[in-house]
């Protein structure tokens, strides 16, 4: 199916809200909390994640409670044992923001009622993603738990400069400021804007920061050393919210009971280890190899695709656990666990296939080159003039691995590169969905969409593989594909054996990617946001390795 070609004479956005919703409304059944005193029964609305006969009972719980009443001890009640048994891993995330979405939904209907002066909440935050970062969906999350837990929140979006996230700080008067960011680049701007307000004098707002990049040591060793406030390693969205129920009640954050954080392994860039991207003569152990001849020199577009062929190359490990955040329950066995996601998981995952199938619009861009590497470089010829000269770093022991070691310095070699989208719209749907309240549907459709975009990398490497006849070591099951068992590797740049983002404007060089609508921003990344980048290497011994 050709989604570019598909003429459409309606928002298929805004129909597939539309549809989503009047399914909802379908799913009722019987009341199951028929017969329970009031007070028990909103609860359980919270924690069941129910909104049928929501106002219904709302309206009845008003005849006895004022508003705030029913917010504070009753939901908020129903959202701390949510709380719980997320922290007991007998809930997952999904439900936790199906309760959200009732809370939230309660909240809206009960807020008219409430006197202008109540102040209900527990207190306040300014989130942001910091500047240069575009990553929005582990803020959001943030954002969902606290205000669904009683907290302010004034989310101010992604790419924010200090400037932005003071002003905000200022006007809105809140008691804490979170940044977020997954950028290695973050954690220098995160370290930036603490001393920004050192100088500013603005040390009285503690501050909390979040995201991959960071490690729980970096933050609580080393930025708590320079800012003269409070800062706080929040790992997840849970922790961000037991560290605003400590600072609510006065004292300091709770320490955290969590592990040592959730570190992106180190990422060698050239300004900070000059000496990773100095050759000093000696190259790792990779032998040579004869160069398989591409079929065409050059780059290439496509955009038409099956999507459901695409699909097919979604890990349903990094879907159903890594973005939905599915968890075993600690009652559950392993083989348990596996038949509870297929009997409860796996109709989601086919559901939204069908559902998405119009909202995608997977593209791709690729080509063959003629290179040669120099000590840790990699030259690449440009057949429309000139030539990309990128820059690896090295291993400073062991196997002394490099990048460009993969390809031959005497004499000519190939290199592949490929660039994949799944376009705009998903994006468009996700921030809807947020809006919206649409909590467990908006984390859905974002794990869809970064999954779908790894397939699609996953699906056209396969592809060059083929085309260039280098797909003579193919594993039997999609299963080792993931596991990347198969001649040659996919290096994208960010990633630590090619760290440099920058690199992102040689291969928009030799690609083009501009083509198939992706832009590269200011800062190196790219947009649409579920696309990615990379350079193919054909070698039989080239597989990811890390830079120390
Ligand atoms: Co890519 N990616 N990616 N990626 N990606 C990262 C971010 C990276 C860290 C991976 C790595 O190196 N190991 C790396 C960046 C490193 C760097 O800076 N150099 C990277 C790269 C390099 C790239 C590309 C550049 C690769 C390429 O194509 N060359 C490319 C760029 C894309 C672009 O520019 N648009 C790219 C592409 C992609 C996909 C499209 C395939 C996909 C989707 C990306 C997206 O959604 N925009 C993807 C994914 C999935 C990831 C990882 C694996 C996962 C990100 C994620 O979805 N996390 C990521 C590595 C990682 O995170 N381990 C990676 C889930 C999210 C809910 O978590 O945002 O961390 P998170 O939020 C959590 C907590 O951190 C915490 O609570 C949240 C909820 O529990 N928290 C806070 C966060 N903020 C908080 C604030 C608080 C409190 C708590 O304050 C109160």
New binding site residues.
Partial sequence: MSQPERRCTYDPLVELMRRFESVRQQETAADPLEGLPIEDRLRRHIVDGLKKNLERDLEEALESYGPLEIVNDILLDGMKTVGELFGSGQMQLPFVLQSAEVMKAAVRYLEPRMEKAAERSKGS?V?ATVAGD??D???N??DIILSNNGFRVVNIGIKQPIESILKAAEEHKVDAI???G????STLVMRENLLEMNERGLHRYPV??????LTRAYVEEDLRSLYKGNVYY????F??LRIMESLAKGGPAAPAKSGPG?A??S?RLPDSEPDLYRFDGVRSDVQPVEPPVPPFLGSKRRDKFDIFEIYRYINPIALFRG?WQFRRRPDQSNPEFDQWLAENVQPIFERLQRELAPVFQPRVVWGYFRCRSQGNDLVVANPEGGEVRFRFPRQRDGRRLCLADFFREDADDYVAFQAVTVGPEVSRYERALFEAGDYQRYLLVHGMG?ET??ALAEYWHQQVRREWGIDDQEPESLKLLFSAKYRGARF????PAC?N?ED?KGLFELLRPERIGIELTEEW???P??????LIAHHPQAKYFNVR
């Fill in positions: 935050i989130l575009v990553h969906i582990g803020k999350l943030v979170g940044m977020s997954l950028l290695v680049k909390i920061l979040g995201g991959a990049a929040a790992q997840d969205a922790e961000g959730r992106v392994r990422h973005q970064v975009a790894e994208s740049f960010g990633y760290p983002l992102q990344m790219l947009s946001e579920q696309s990615t980048t990379a």
